[in-house]
C-alpha cells in the first residue's frame, strides 16, 4: 500500500463521522490499524470488505479474539 493510498483511507474514514479513525503503524512498511467505536464494528468492515475493490493491497488481521 502506497502512501497515497493510507491517505485516501484516512480521508474516507474521516467523511464518516464517528465510524473510525486510520493510524499509520509502520510507514514504511505501509501498516494501518482502523481504530473504530465496538457500536461501529459491522460498518467498519462492511467498509473495508468493500473498499477492497479500490485498494487491492488491503488486508484485514482480525482482532485479538475475533476468529477469521
Known amino acids: 500500500m502506497?502512501?497515497?493510498e493510507i491517505a485516501y483511507l484516512a480521508t474516507l474514514f474521516e467523511t464518516y463521522?464517528?465510524?473510525?479513525?486510520v493510524r499509520t503503524?509502520?510507514?514504511?512498511?505501509a501498516i494501518i490499524e482502523v481504530l473504530y467505536a465496538?457500536?461501529?464494528?459491522?460498518?467498519?468492515?462492511?467498509?473495508?470488505e468493500a473498499l477492497r475493490a479500490e485498494v487491492p493491497?488491503?488486508?484485514?488481521e482480525p482482532p485479538p479474539g475475533e476468529t477469521a
Open 2 to 4: 502506497d502512501r497515497r
Open 17 to 21: 463521522e464517528d465510524l473510525g479513525v
Open 25 to 29: 503503524v509502520d510507514p514504511v512498511a
Open 38 to 48: 465496538p457500536d461501529f464494528y459491522e460498518e467498519t468492515i462492511a467498509l473495508m
Open 57 to 60: 493491497s488491503l488486508e484485514r
